[in-house]
């Protein structure tokens, strides 16, 4: 039996033969508002598992360094260990959620360039917004990391929103996270899966992410399974 390492709102992690390598296991458990809804909805984690597992194969062949190695079973996934960064990096093409907020706009209003924002992972203040004098005064990680990271973020937006074009969706938004490997280098970690992702259709702009459960506007299986079967379509591994 491997040993629990940490586990997440969404996610399981286990220690594997190699210390080096990491078997993470994808729950059913979906939550919203900061962990204070938390639901469990059928074959969530083995969606999630197939469209991360698809997103970082494909990213990997785009030449972004990343942690995920295989697809192991339909819900669990071997990574590589990493030693995380307590950031979310998000990314924004448009106006939605907290951006919307803090700035009055409309959702989905034009930004005339990608924004690249980061959140400290703290449970106790909320996972508050962060800037990089900031970051690098508590001495979460230095000015280098972070110009290695907002570069990276913003090169893994350009070659999603292109995947995404292609297969008739828009990326409004997303979070990423990154991690020190064991030669201490940066690399792209964690899960790249519509809980993490605005994906709003091009047509009709209807959510296919998340935002359906945070909104309660239906079912997000649906959703999520068109993603999943356009990226199918689009990406030849
Ligand atoms: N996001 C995430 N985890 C979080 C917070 C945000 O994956 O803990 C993603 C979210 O799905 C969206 C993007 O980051 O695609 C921007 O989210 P925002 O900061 O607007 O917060 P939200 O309103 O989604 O809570």
């Known amino acids: 039996m491997s040993s629990l390492v940490a586990s997440g709102k969404t996610k399981e992690l286990f220690e594997t033969d190699n ?63 990493v030693n995380m960064i307590p950031l979310e990096i998000v990314v924004r093409n448009y106006a939605a959620g907290h951006f919307q907020k803090r700035f009055a706009l409309n959702y989905l209003d034009n930004l005339k360039k990608p924004v690249v ?14 800037n990089e004098d900031d970051a690098e005064a508590l001495d979460i990680i230095n000015a280098n990391e972070i110009k290695e990271i907002k570069e990276n973020a913003l ?6 929103s ?21 030669d201490h280098q940066i690399i792209l970690a964690d899960e790249i899966s519509p809980d ?5 259709t091009k047509n009709t702009k209807e959510s296919l992410d998340k935002d359906i459960f945070r909104k309660q506007t239906g079912d997000i299986m649906k959703g999520y399974q068109i993603i999943l ?9």
């Open 196 to 200: 993490s992702c605005r994906i709003i």
């Open 117 to 130: 924002e980061m959140f400290w992972k703290n449970d106790e203040l909320h996972d508050p917004f962060i």
């Open 162 to 182: 292109d995947l995404f074009d292609k297969m008739n969706l828009i990326l409004v938004d997303f979070k990423l996270e990154f991690g020190f490997d064991k």
């Open 19 to 81: 210390p080096n390598i990491l078997k993470v296991h994808y729950t059913d458990h979906t939550t919203a508002g900061d962990g204070e809804r938390n639901e469990v909805i059928n074959n969530k984690g083995k969606m999630n598992n197939e469209i991360s597992s698809l997103i970082f194969s494909y990213l990997k062949q785009q030449g972004i360094e990343n942690h995920f190695i295989e697809q192991i079973s339909d819900t669990d996934q071997l990574n590589k260990r």
């Open 155 to 160: 090169k893994v937006n350009q070659i999603m």
């Open 229 to 237: 079967d356009k990226l199918k379509q689009e990406i030849i591994l």
